[in-house]
């Protein structure tokens, strides 16, 4: 049902308002997942520069450990950085302030999805087989 003119009007009024409201547009800002997975993405960066600089200094000063420790550097960047990626780019619903009765932390989406599709079959089987 469309809004009449008043209404968006009034509407529109209250956007401006809110849009111009700098606490209101942190706290929605401090809210949104993919502001987070954006800054843990930065945040992977730095670490993947920082393991390459340490595995560059520690070939060139031919100390192996070093060495390899720069490589688990990097290795945990990018790692931290895929899940960042994934997150950034993931449009599920989560409900704030709280856990979802739905999601239960075990598996990721598709595995969900597959159980749930398994016990839609268990429900749906013909009874008679016993």
């Given at each position: 049902m469309p809004l009449s003119e008043h209404e968006q009007r009034l509407f529109e009024e209250i956007e401006r308002s809110l849009a111009d409201d700098p606490k209101f547009a942190s706290a929605v800002r401090a809210s949104d997942p993919r502001y987070h997975a954006r800054r843990r993405l930065f945040l992977a960066v730095g670490l993947l520069v920082v393991g390459l600089a340490v595995l560059v200094y520690g070939a060139v000063s031919q100390l192996v450990p070093v060495g390899v420790l720069g490589f688990v550097i990097m290795l945990g960047a990018a790692v931290f950085g895929l899940q960042s990626y994934r997150r950034s780019q993931s449009t599920e619903l989560r409900v704030v302030g709280g856990s979802s009765s739905r999601r239960t932390g075990l598996g990721s989406p598709k595995r969900r999805?597959?159980?749930?599709?398994?016990?839609?079959r268990w429900r749906r089987r013909p009874e008679g087989n016993r």
């Open positions: 999805s597959l159980i749930d599709r398994l016990e839609q």
